[in-house]
């Protein structure tokens, strides 16, 4: 079965650092992978999503970007943290092989939650 | 792009009693439309999802139902449960290899014993 991993859980750093959150999909390959990011009491916003090694889609223009260095492997990065980039931040993956389901049916990582100050 | 609003923001109710939320798509080619539960400080989980080609899906006490033409779907709850508490959230996508989904907002769902 597929399994999904997020690292650190929680991180706590400084206004300016940098940052990188990693995740890695098990059971499966080829996957669509997503990082979302989720305010305090808030909805899900979709920041990257990608279709393979090295294929990135950004939704949002920000700070932060993501990689695709293997098959199952997607990092979330940041050079300078702002403020506002604190949140629940949670990778997700859908499709991949084999097919056990839909291509559009996401499946969510346990999140990593960051408080920047 | 699709814009999908979810309605109520919070909900509460006897346990026992049924919930209903309610959410409309604006893109008439969106064909999967997903709900997640969130519980508190963690992951969404999948509960239930429905494709265009069918009206109406059941699982045990949960059900959704979509109406194609009007562009809305909705979550149906019977038999509430304390444990039914949590954040829930509808999304709609289109199948076009890589399905990005688009969230709404959320709903609270509050069950009280």
């Known amino acids: 079965s597929q399994t999904i991993h997020q690292w650190p859980a929680t991180l706590v750093q400084p206004v300016g650092s940098p940052l990188s959150l990693e995740c890695t999909v098990e059971?499966?390959?080829?996957?669509?992978l997503y990082w979302y990011r989720q305010a305090a009491g808030r909805g899900l916003q979709l920041l990257f999503y990608?279709?393979?090694?090295?294929?990135i889609s950004s939704e949002v223009p920000q700070n932060l970007s993501a990689s695709r260095p293997q098959d199952r492997q997607f990092i979330l990065s940041s050079k300078k943290l702002l403020l506002s980039d604190s949140g629940f931040y949670l990778c997700?993956?859908?499709?991949?092989?084999?097919?056990?389901?839909?291509?559009?049916?996401?499946?969510f990582g346990p999140g990593t939650r960051l408080l920047v100050l | 792009g699709e814009n999908v609003e979810q309605h109520p923001s919070t909900l509460s109710v006897q346990e026992g009693d049924s919930a209903v939320i309610k959410c409309t798509y604006s893109d008439s080619a969106s064909n999967y439309f997903p709900w997640y539960k969130q519980e508190l400080g963690k992951r969404p989980q999948l509960i239930i999802d429905i494709r265009s080609n069918v009206g109406e899906k059941k699982d045990q006490r949960i059900a959704v139902t979509l109406n194609k033409t009007a562009k809305h779907f909705s979550l149906h709850i019977t038999e509430t449960q304390p444990e039914d508490s949590a954040v829930y959230f509808c999304a709609a996508s289109t199948n076009s290899g890589y399905s990005t989904l688009t969230f709404g907002k959320g709903t609270m769902l509050l069950v009280s014993p």
């Open positions: 990608s279709v393979g090694i090295g294929q």
């Open positions: 997700a993956w859908s499709g991949g092989l084999p097919s056990t389901s839909g291509v559009e049916t996401q499946y």
């Open positions: 059971g499966t390959s080829n996957p669509n």
